[in-house]
């Protein structure tokens, strides 16, 4: 069964820091992985999509990156803020035997200390 | 456009009730999507489709589940009966395709509770 870890669970840090939020997955063929961010009762919002082809994405404080071959992508927020605080999720999409939706991790929930 | 509509955004109903769920995708997107969320489980995907037409049900949990596209513009889940295991967030989201460049966007999703 094709899965996405993500570690850690929770993490709480003060407000400036710098961080990197870990994620990996049990199966290399993959169209694309996306990290989202979902607010308490919240809907999930987009925030990078990184194709299998790409190796890193940038959008503003954020930092996504890609290493297929070891299946692990990595989140990195720079300079964190306390509106960064949310759960994070990463998404594979695997390729292959239509399995075109997306598998999620679990999350890391984080908390930005002001 | 406003994005992936979903109603009702609460839903309390009692076991052995039927629920429905509503969702209207984004317009143009030719593929929709219907995930759970649950504490346990995380997020799975339950069911989508391509123009219309469902294509993968394999993560539909038992025949208590359905889901119909009547058009590009409107699916449902339907729950019948529901129980209390059922309690979980529903979201639908929707994409233009398949292309590795295409996002999912989701929906805020449908918070039910069965007592």
């Known amino acids: 069964k094709q899965e996405v870890t993500q570690i850690p669970a929770a993490l709480s840090v003060p407000e400036g820091e710098n961080l990197v939020l870990n994620c990996s997955f049990t199966?290399?063929?993959?169209?694309?992985l996306q990290w989202f961010r979902q607010d308490p009762g919240k809907g999930l919002t987009s925030l990078l999509l990184i194709q299998s082809s790409q190796r890193e994405q940038t959008s503003g404080r954020l930092n996504a990156s890609l290493d297929k071959s070891s299946g692990r992508s990595t989140l990195y927020i720079a300079a964190s803020q306390p509106g960064d605080s949310a759960t994070y999720l990463c998404a594979v999409r695997y390729s292959g035997g239509g399995a075109d939706g997306l598998t999620f991790g679990k999350g890391t929930h984080l908390i930005i200390q002001p | 456009d406003a994005g992936v509509i979903q109603s009702p955004r609460h839903e309390v109903t009692e076991m052995g009730q039927e629920v429905t769920l509503r969702c209207k995708p984004i317009?143009?997107?030719?593929?929709l999507f219907w995930y759970r969320q649950t504490m346990m489980r995380g997020l799975e995907l339950l069911i989508y489709?391509?123009?219309?037409?469902?294509?993968?049900d394999s993560g539909m949990p038992e025949d208590r589940f359905s889901a119909k596209m009547p058009n590009a513009s409107f699916s449902t889940l339907k729950i019948q009966p529901s129980e209390p295991r059922d309690s979980a967030v529903y979201f639908c989201?929707?994409?233009?395709?398949?292309?590795?460049?295409?996002?999912?966007?989701f929906g805020p999703g449908t918070r039910l509770t069965v007592l």
């Open positions: 989201a929707s994409s233009l395709g398949l292309a590795p460049e295409l996002e999912q966007f």
């Open positions: 489709f391509n123009n219309n037409v469902p294509i993968d």
């Open positions: 317009s143009g997107h030719d593929y």
């Open positions: 199966d290399s063929a993959i169209y694309n």
